[in-house]
């Protein structure tokens, strides 16, 4: 056994999701390491100390560096608002960790440049956690791209809707709308939704070559939660753009958190020339695929079998659900973020992940669409990848 004691920087909601995947990893997966959630990181004394006792942390520090300095620590999981993303990760990098960090990976692509330079120098294995990747439909969707079961593919679609931000009254700023704040989450949607979706897209469909964007501010200013003032809003609130691939493909991405009644709203869709698959996070249990044709001789299938199957992603074969409960029983959000956590640890350890994890180069990949959306909705212009 391998001793892994982690240092977790941050303690809001991804510092949950994390604690929890460390905390039942190992309940559900073989692993050949000694987890111990050694120490803590918030500037908040009082939250902190709540956190480190509800998720079991030994220690808690109002310093992040004392527990990136800590020799005992080996693993720096970065859970904090985006902009400290770099400076953590840079130093857990110089001081050999191995490292989480969440995404978006960085305010903008230099940043993120500079972020893999240091992880690469200092040859520590990462992971940025692109989660949906890990949801088992999300998965299986990817299997049966790579079995061949959509065939060439012509489309591509992706939304992330969310609607918690339509109210005039909601305020900029402190510790729950940090999102809204430019200077602290470097961009709205784009980073912080559409960033999955670039992920999962390029993860599914390859590399987009030039996208077409169009962004928007509905609410142009609003109460800072901290100062009281009235503070402009520089981020994008909505996010649409056009993409082509570079397999030749068409991609159209809406994102928004003005989106009445959509909360989470992630769906992706590809349709190709053998099938189609759709995956909607409102029903994350179940990928819908429609079968054409066969995926090794190209012939179309039985006419009367052709249609939309709902799959209920849960059999032992489907994949990570022989992790868990028996066939026709679901699993949650924070699952995504235990598989996560088990094929990275698997990775590590020369074990066979289920599909390997997105690591800092991924994501600087996903910074530099990001950042290439951005730019074309400023330019009004296509932007070449
Ligand atoms: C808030 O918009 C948020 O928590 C994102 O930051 C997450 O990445 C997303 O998965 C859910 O919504």
Redesign the pocket.
């Known amino acids: 056994m391998k001793r892994l004691n982690v240092g977790m920087l941050g303690t809001g909601?991804?510092g949950r999701t994390h604690s929890n995947a460390f905390n039942q990893v190992k309940r559900f997966f073989d692993l050949p390491y000694d987890i111990v959630l050694k120490s803590c990181y918030s500037r908040d004394a009082e939250k902190l100390a709540r956190f480190q006792k509800t998720w079991g942390y030994e220690k808690c520090e109002t310093d992040w560096r004392k527990i990136v300095d800590d020799d005992e620590i080996d693993l720096i999981d970065v859970v904090t608002p985006n902009f400290l993303h770099k400076e953590m990760v840079v130093a857990a990098a110089k001081a050999g960790k191995m490292i989480i960090c969440?995404?978006p990976l960085a305010m903008n692509y230099e940043e993120a440049l500079e972020m893999e330079e240091a992880v690469k120098a200092a040859g520590v294995p990462s992971v940025v956690s692109f989660?949906?990747r890990r949801n088992p439909s999300v998965a299986l969707f990817k299997q049966l791209i790579d079995e061949n079961r959509i065939g060439r593919p012509f489309h591509y679609r992706a939304t992330y809707n969310?609607d918690?931000t339509i109210s005039k009254k909601v305020p900029v700023g402190g510790a729950s709308l940090w999102?809204l704040d430019a200077n602290v989450a470097g961009s709205g949607v784009t980073g912080?939704?559409l960033?999955?979706s670039i992920d999962c897209a390029e993860w599914l469909n390859g590399p987009i070559a030039r996208v077409c964007a169009h962004t928007e501010i509905f609410i142009k200013e609003r109460q800072n939660a901290v100062t009281g003032e009235a503070t402009p809003i520089t981020i994008d609130d909505a996010c649409m753009f056009m993409a082509i691939f570079a397999n030749g493909s068409l991609g159209l991405f809406e994102s928004s958190?003005y989106a009445r009644g959509r909360k989470?709203f992630?769906t992706m869709e590809m349709n190709g020339e053998n099938g189609a698959c759709y995956f909607n996070l409102e029903e994350p249990e179940y990928l819908q695929f429609f079968r054409y044709a066969d995926p090794d001789t190209g012939k179309k299938i039985e006419d009367h079998l052709t249609g939309w199957q709902k799959i209920l992603v849960t059999n032992s074969e489907h994949p990570y659900m022989n992790h868990y409960w028996v066939p026709g029983t679901v699993i949650g959000y924070e699952h995504y973020f235990i598989n996560q956590l088990a094929d990275f640890l698997l990775e590590t350890s020369g074990g066979a992940p289920v599909y390997p994890v997105p690591t800092i180069s991924d994501a600087v990949r996903v910074q530099k669409v990001c950042d290439a959306v951005l730019r074309s909705a400023r330019e009004k212009t296509w932007v070449e990848l």
Do not use: I
Request: charged share 30%; with cysteine; glycine share 0%.
């Open positions: 909601f991804m969440e995404k989660c949906y969310q918690y999102r912080d939704l960033a999955h958190r989470n992630n």
